[in-house]
């Protein structure tokens, strides 16, 4: 019986521990941010959209443009970045920029 248990909590620990697959959307949106950033010099707070594009993937990432204090006033900006299928920024360009404090219109 302990040792079925074992067996179970070893189960559930190596799913938590899997990598997420090479060419997947983790990947891609992973990718897509360390790219922008290295590019732009400006942090990214977060990918908002991945999809698949023809030959690889078009992933949406927010990042922090002019940090402001309160926080709320910092003006964010929104970058559709293109990558290849082996996770290759092809292309970036900004589509929108608003501030952190601002609803969606």
Do not use: F, N
């Not at 990947?27 to 698949?52: D, K, M, T």
């Not at 023809?54 to 006033?73: A, F, H, K, S, Y």
């Amino acid at each position: 019986m302990a040792e079925q248990r074992r067996k179970r909590a070893g189960d559930s620990s190596s799913a938590t521990a899997r990598r997420p697959r090479a060419g997947g959307p983790e990947h891609a949106a992973r990718s897509a941010s360390q790219s922008l950033e290295g590019l732009i010099g400006h942090p990214a707070e977060g990918v908002s959209a991945v999809r698949r594009a023809d030959d690889g993937w078009c992933v949406v990432v927010d990042v922090l443009e002019v940090p402001r204090i309160p926080d709320t006033t910092s003006l964010l900006a929104s970058y559709e970045v293109q990558l290849d299928k082996d996770g290759e920024l092809l292309e970036y360009r900004r589509v929108r920029r608003y501030r952190r404090g601002a609803a969606d219109e």
